[in-house]
């Protein structure tokens, strides 16, 4: 099986979870499909949410929640499937 790297798009603050009262989008061991939602990027006051891109599972959450990420920077390895 190969390994997509999720990367964020846009510089910005990576947050796990929609807000501080839930659960984190993904965790590792997770099975996501390509269109699910694996975290948010803040810039600005605007959030955008960051999807998987492959169905898969999820390996590794590389970034922290809360930290500042750069363009390309990886947030989330998935194990694809098939």
């Known amino acids: 099986m190969s390994r997509h790297d999720v990367v964020s798009p846009i510089p910005g603050i990576f947050y796990r ?3 501080p009262n839930t659960p984190d989008y993904v965790q590792v061991g ?3 499909a390509a269109g699910d939602t694996i ?3 803040e810039v600005m006051k605007s959030f955008h949410q960051i999807p998987a ?3 898969g599972t ?3 959450v590389v ?3 809360e930290s500042v990420v750069d363009a390309g920077q990886a947030l989330v390895v998935i194990e694809v499937d098939g």
Do not use: F, N
């Open 17 to 19: 979870k929609p807000d």
């Open 30 to 32: 997770q099975t996501v």
């Open 39 to 41: 975290g948010l990027v």
């Open 53 to 55: 891109g492959v169905s």
């Open 58 to 60: 999820v390996v590794d």
């Open 63 to 65: 970034a922290d929640s």
